[in-house]
């Protein structure tokens, strides 16, 4: 079993930046994808960023271009940089390991390992 505890959450300003960290411990291994999520207040979880054991990412399209995901093998833990941040940014992240290992996957059903979350608050 792998524990995930995410850090690096807060509030911000629109425009600013935070970068999140998902550090992992327990039965890690470097094979599985690893993603953020979010969820606001009355709303259902949704994805924002996957990174796979090679480095390959994908985002859902309102970060593109403004978050980052990348990863620390070493130290085992994903990053998530935040940048231009924006009010509807404002949720819990979590952080999560996939099921299925060398896979890229955008589903929360596909991920079976999660962190507590990280509250971001963006205000205008």
């Known amino acids: 079993q792998v524990q995930l505890v995410e850090s690096g959450g807060g509030l911000v300003q629109a425009g600013g930046s935070l970068r999140l960290s998902c550090a992992a411990s327990?039965?890690?291994?470097?094979?599985?994808?690893m993603g953020w999520f979010r969820q606001a207040p009355g709303k259902e979880r949704e994805f924002v960023a996957t990174?796979?054991?090679?480095?390959?990412?994908y985002y859902t399209d309102s970060v593109k271009g403004r978050f980052t995901i990348s990863r620390d093998n070493a130290k085992n833990t994903v990053y998530l940089q935040m940048n231009s941040l924006k009010p509807e940014d404002t949720a819990v992240y979590f952080c999560?390991?996939?099921?299925?290992?060398?896979?890229?996957?955008?589903?929360?059903?596909?991920?079976?390992?999660w962190g507590q979350g990280t509250q971001v608050t963006v205000s205008s």
């Open positions: 327990g039965r890690t291994d470097s094979r599985y994808c």
């Open positions: 999560a390991q996939s099921r299925l290992q060398y896979g890229l996957f955008s589903r929360t059903a596909d991920y079976g390992s």
């Open positions: 990174i796979n054991w090679s480095g390959g990412t």
